[in-house]
């Protein structure tokens, strides 16, 4: 994802100030999930873009569509867990500190600063933004499904990226989440004569004891591999100390990876379900993953991005069930999401660049440029063999010849170039290297040999093959290497 121009709502000097303040703004506002009206008044209120959908529990909008442009929507929810005696927040060491920070107010935060963004700034996409409510509640209790089937705009949306945590790193896919209750029957007694009855809680011990020696299965999906698990989450038996239990109950979540259908997850718990009766209490298909998507490659290389899989359930399932793109990618840290101490360090949303901007280092002719001032400084005397720039003066005629062929009304130049300036170049092939090449096919015109040595490597390399390889000379220009790494060279 571009942007043009620096956010102006940045302020300079304070890369993370807004974003800070606006996140702990949202924290202190308390929104347990059925109880997010102030937080969503609060959203509303900071919204700048027009409505083009809202309800007490679902706000969206979009920045002016374009046509030819993609839709990319972001999403995020507003609501919280309870707290856990980490109200009121507070900024320490670099990091906003409360409940939700990290899942999701700081997500929502930077949602909020986009938005204001896509109206200052120049996009190459629009921007749609969704902010919903009841998220950490069970699925059936989510408004989004209803939402994505009632607003035909948000169909139009090439991409979905779901701000949950997740350190900045882009999470593709998500596992399946299936809730079951499983019960286990006995006969009741006196505790003091437990012969006479059947211990339903002994029952489902015994029968849960192959279940806790299961291992986690590795899936693998696109290269990424997702963990396959079942756990029991909750039991629940017996009235009274001096009475056996008649009935168990015991609660199983199980996680399943993407690929597999809502039914067959059902048939896994069933072979699991240790001969007791079994209810499915929820079903929450997983999402596929998109790892080959054409605006998931651009939001990858723009970020540098480590790429995982969603080892959770995430609405990003609920956007793939209504046939939308989606992924994961959030400012928040996974490891505090749900924590009484959560946090979201202000840093981590700073504009990340290419990795490869990092890797490049110094021109060499600036650093040749250092040293032959601190030399002269010292009174050395230098023959410059450097980089070639001319000791004699440009000939008078090229100089009038240049002069004359400024035109009275200049505009740009197509991009193919004069054809008697392609004619030359081939004649100029031909006698330096006794090569035949086509001036209106096989020369394109370019401001110094720079450009054309960077673009090379863009043009010829498929970044996705295993043969992306470029050699080239040491020393050298660093051109050469820089737009074969700019390309996905190795």
């Known amino acids: 994802m571009t942007f043009k121009g620096q956010n102006p709502h940045v302020r300079n000097g304070e890369p993370g100030g807004r974003l800070a303040e606006r996140t702990l703004a949202l924290v202190n506002i308390p929104s347990v999930s059925r109880g997010e009206a102030e937080a969503m008044a609060y959203v509303r209120s900071e919204l700048r873009l027009e409505p083009v959908w ?170 990424l591999v997702f963990r396959e698990v079942v756990s029991a989450v909750a039991i629940e038996g017996g009235i009274a100390d001096n009475v056996v239990p008649d009935r168990c109950l015991v609660r199983l979540n199980y996680r399943y990876a993407p690929g597999r259908s809502r039914e067959q997850a059902e048939a896994r718990v069933r072979e699991v379900a240790c001969h007791a009766e079994l209810e499915i209490l929820g079903n929450s298909p997983p999402a596929h993953v998109v790892l080959d998507r054409p605006l998931v490659t651009r939001l990858r290389e723009a970020g540098g991005f480590a790429v995982q899989p969603k080892q959770a359930w995430t609405p990003v399932a609920q956007f793939a069930e209504a046939g939308l793109d989606a992924v994961n990618l959030g400012p928040g840290a996974t490891r505090y999401a749900h924590r009484a101490e959560r946090r979201r360090r202000v840093a981590s949303n700073q504009m990340q660049l290419s990795p490869v901007l990092a890797a490049a280092g110094t021109y060499p002719f600036v650093r040749l440029e250092e040293a032959k001032r601190r030399l002269a400084a010292d009174g050395v005397e230098l023959i410059d063999f450097g980089k070639g720039d001319p000791r004699e003066e440009t000939d008078p005629l090229i100089r009038r010849a240049l002069v004359e062929s400024i035109e009275p009304l200049s505009s740009y130049p197509l991009a193919e170039g004069l054809p008697e300036l392609r004619e030359a170049v081939a004649g100029w092939c031909k006698r330096r290297f006794g090569v035949d090449v086509d001036p209106e096919s096989e020369v394109i015109p370019t401001y110094g040999s720079k450009e054309a040595i960077f673009h090379l490597a863009q043009v010829v390399l498929d970044r996705d093959s295993d043969k992306a390889l470029v050699l080239s000379t040491e020393p050298g220009y660093p051109v050469y290497d820089r737009g074969a790494l700019f390309a996905g060279a190795d």
């Open 54 to 223: 809202s309800s007490e529990d679902v706000l969206f909008a979009m920045s002016k569509r374009t046509a030819g442009r993609p839709l990319v929507l972001l999403a995020g929810h507003v609501d919280t867990v309870p707290a856990q005696g980490n109200l009121p927040g507070r900024i320490e060491d670099g990091a906003v500190i409360g409940l939700g920070a990290s899942d999701m107010k700081g997500g929502v935060a930077v949602m909020l600063e986009l938005a204001d963004w896509a109206l200052a700034g120049e996009l190459e996409l629009d921007l749609g933004f969704l902010f919903f409510t009841r998220e950490e509640l069970p699925a059936d209790e989510s408004p989004v499904p209803e939402f994505l089937q009632n607003c035909p705009e948000s169909s139009e949306a090439e991409l979905v990226i779901v701000l949950e945590p997740t350190d900045n790193e882009l999470h593709l896919g998500c596992v399946g989440n299936l809730s079951a209750e499983l019960t286990f029957r006995g006969v009741s007694a006196h505790s003091a004569r437990p012969w006479t009855g059947e211990n339903a809680i002994h029952k489902a011990a015994a029968a849960l004891a192959p279940l806790a020696e299961l291992e986690p299965l590795d899936v693998e999906v696109d290269g």
